[in-house]
């Protein structure tokens, strides 16, 4: 996992309470306690805000919205 790779040198670089554990057991625990669908669903809710956002740019570019702005 891609995670270990961030989260053993910040243990490693804090104080002596978190040194000891075992980093990928601790990653694996953690995506077990987590549902499935969980990475799908967050996947499906950043894919929803960036083509609304993008729609809401555009829609405010469209020469018709500045009757709403004047």
């Given at each position: 996992?891609?995670?270990?790779?961030?989260?053993?040198?910040?243990?490693?670089?804090?104080?002596?309470?978190?040194?000891g554990?075992?980093?990928?057991?601790?990653i694996?625990?953690?995506?077990?306690?987590?549902?499935?669908?969980?990475?799908?669903?967050?996947?499906?809710?950043?894919?929803?805000?960036?083509?609304?956002?993008?729609l809401?740019?555009?829609?405010?570019?469209?020469?018709?919205?500045?009757?709403?702005?004047?």
């Amino acid at each position: 996992m891609f995670s270990v790779r961030y989260v053993a040198p910040a243990f490693e670089k804090s104080g002596d309470a978190v040194r000891g554990i075992d980093v990928e057991a601790f990653i694996e625990a953690a995506r077990r306690a987590f549902p499935r669908l969980l990475r799908p669903l967050v996947i499906t809710r950043f894919a929803l805000v960036t083509v609304g956002s993008a729609l809401v740019i555009v829609l405010l570019a469209v020469p018709s919205a500045n009757a709403w702005f004047r």
